[in-house]
């Protein structure tokens, strides 16, 4: 583990290395795959884009082992002109940390607050009783922010593997870098609260992942796990198979079987079998539906749609950059043709596309 020097979102100086990006899968898997080839979507006709018809306009209207730092760590490796992590453990983290994905990460951030309606987590906390609280894989570190400012009496570690948090933070709140797929260095009966947000595609083994948690909770310490599903399903038959929505699924399905860190964390029940196989006890689920795009005829869960809309389309090229590329072997120029149909469809009002994200919690027993 290294303790971030608190550093600016875009350190000056990065020295960015080349990665090896990996060899793309084969014509054979994709096509067993069910993923279409680039120039399916690169033949295809695409309107002229809208620079009016943005997302926040339409939002407008609805609702108002500790170790020194070394200068690896901001050795970031660059794929297609994105920046990723330095080396880390075995870390291989599929999202960009350039300061346009950081701020990508902040929307989502207020946007699963806004899912969780208000809510920073959902498992029934008693504030007398948190004292120290963990947050793996904090990304843009807002969680363990906001969550110091409601709990100014708690300590809170943030963790990840890119030093992209910022410096202005509340006393309470403390980043290291660390690989959560490595053995955590905490002490075990440390935590009062762990908190596992939108871990998809990066975790090795997600029962290791909850035996971890398990081992540093205090007894009667509470742990909480929130993902998506990757698939968009559709309760009317308009996500079409074929489609740009349809493609999304299958391309980041296959990329986590390559990196061997699934995305399907929904779909296989990972979050309560892995709770359940811990040890954890009184384990809640909520399951939410969130329509992606402007087609829900319910306010509020137009609102979660468009939110999350926005949170995606403001870094469309960041969250699939790697994969299209190292996956599927695709060109920026192609991916970039793709980002456009899929955003065709998302603001297509016939089309009502959803997937699911899961919140679920447990309490290590007495
Ligand atoms: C989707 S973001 C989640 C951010 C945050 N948990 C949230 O909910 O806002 C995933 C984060 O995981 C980090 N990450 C990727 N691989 C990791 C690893 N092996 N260990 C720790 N963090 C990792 C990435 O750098 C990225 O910041």
Redesign the pocket.
Known sequence: MVTSPKSPKSPKGNEAASAPAPAPLSTEAQNAAGILPASHWTAQSLPEEDPNNDTDSTIGSLASTTASLTSSIYKYRTIQGRTY?GE????????P?DARH?EA??I??HT?ILVNDGKLFLAPLEKKKIHKVL??????G??SIDFADEFPAAEVIG????P?QPTWVPPNVQFEL?????EWTWPENTFDFV??????????DWYALFRNAYRVCKPGAWVES?GTSTKFLSPDGTVKEGSAMDQWGKVFQEGGKKLG?TFAVYEEDLQRKCMEAAGFVDIEIRDIEIPLGIWHPDKKAAERGLWWKMAVESDIEGYINYFWHAVLGWTPEEAKVFARHIKKEWNDPNIHGYFMMRVAWGRKPE
Do not use: K, P, Y
Not at 135 to 140: E, F, H, L, P, R
Not at 195 to 204: A, E, P, S, T
């Open positions: 992590h880390m453990g075995t870390a291989e983290s599929w999202e940390n950081v990460m902040e989502l951030h699963l947050d793996i894989a904090t990304g843009s807002l969680w963790t990840d593997v890119s992209t660390e690989d959560c797929n490595q908190n596992l947000r939108f871990l998809n595609g990066i975790v090795d929130s860190r």
